[in-house]
């Protein structure tokens, strides 16, 4: 069951903040965030597990809300190198089946 | 040291033809994934082999038929290649659910 991102796309300048959302209809067992940029493979960048807890990697964070079956990223204090596409994937059981988001291209710009 | 490493970068080949594309993991996991990415970016899940066995074989035609000889090692060959199988195939492996999933640089097919 692939997971609903959104905005599609963000533009931002240097220092502003987004968030990226992603949502399930099914109940879900993890949410791994990934960051691809143009040419290069994804890259990952935090998972949250069951427990609704919140993860940072330097000015990115995320949070899980079990309840509401959805995820968000928060980029905060954006920098250029913040741009690519971000990739939510989520797993409904421990069954090593990862269903990613459609992305959100995340353009920051001087 | 690369840590997933998939061979070849590019392959552009006509229809009808068959193709492998080879992935090897020194990271020591134990499980191992191919996903299909189009021209639109979607992320597809094909197959998870855990310790050279199947364990997701999602709706993928007859055609594409994964191999895992070792636990680092997969490889994806591909029969009657289509136009539409024109895509970036990447592999990836994992300690297995719930751990963090490392890409190989992926392999650029172009069917013509």
């Known amino acids: 069951q692939q997971p609903v991102q959104s905005p599609q796309a963000v533009i931002l300048r240097e220092g502003e903040d987004a968030v990226i959302n992603c949502s399930s209809s099914?109940?879900?067992?993890?949410v791994h965030w990934y960051r691809q940029k143009h040419g290069e493979a994804p890259v990952f960048l935090m998972i949250l597990l069951k427990g609704g807890e919140q993860k940072g990697h330097e000015k990115i964070s995320a949070s899980f809300n079990e309840k509401k079956q959805q995820s968000s990223l928060y980029l905060t204090a954006s920098q250029l190198s913040y741009s690519g596409t971000y990739f939510c994937g989520t797993e409904i059981t421990n069954d090593y089946k990862l269903s990613f988001g459609a992305g959100t291209t995340v353009t920051v710009r001087a | 040291d690369t840590a997933v490493s998939q061979t070849p970068k590019y392959l552009v080949t006509q229809m009808g033809n068959d193709k492998s594309i080879k992935c090897e993991q020194n990271l020591g996991h134990d499980t191992m994934y191919w996903y299909k990415q189009d021209s639109k970016k979607f992320l597809k899940i094909m197959f998870s082999y855990n310790n050279k066995e199947l364990i997701i074989n999602e709706t993928v035609p007859n055609r594409f038929s994964p191999k895992s000889p070792d636990k680092a090692h997969l490889n994806l060959h591909i029969n009657s290649l289509e136009l539409g199988d024109s895509a970036v195939y990447f592999c990836?492996?994992?300690?297995?659910?719930?751990?963090?999933?490392?890409f190989g640089n992926g392999t650029r097919l172009t069917v013509t």
């Open positions: 990836a492996s994992s300690y297995g659910t719930s751990s963090p999933l490392h």
């Open positions: 099914k109940a879900l067992y993890s």
